[in-house]
């Protein structure tokens, strides 16, 4: 399974590493960085069902000591796209309006 990354999701994921450096330490980082990629490890083994429902085609999962949802959605039998990296401190209207 192939994992690719809009192009929203590769600038929430820079946005929010580039915030969380400056609130949190280096190693803690480093772990969000770790489960951001331990998620990904698992989309390519096939375990999309694994994660939390969304909507009817999009699931996600909570990373970042469950400050940050990452989205994604199976976009056939061999391509899964991550949608968004979204601190869950935000309103969560603005969920709708960036994967719109």
């Not at 951001?36 to 970042?64: C, M, P, W």
């Amino acid at each position: 399974m192939r994992i690719i990354f809009s192009e929203i999701a590769s600038r929430s994921y820079v946005n929010i590493i580039e915030f969380l450096s400056e609130t949190w330490t280096e190693k803690e980082v480093g772990l969000f960085i770790d489960e951001a990629e331990k998620v990904a490890g698992t989309l390519k083994e096939g375990k999309f069902n694994l994660y939390q429902k969304y909507s009817h085609d999009v699931r996600s999962a909570l990373i970042g000591k469950k400050h940050v949802r990452m989205f994604f959605r199976k976009e056939n039998d061999d391509l899964i796209k991550v949608l968004l990296f979204f601190d869950i401190r935000q309103d969560p209207q603005k969920i709708i309006d960036l994967l719109q």
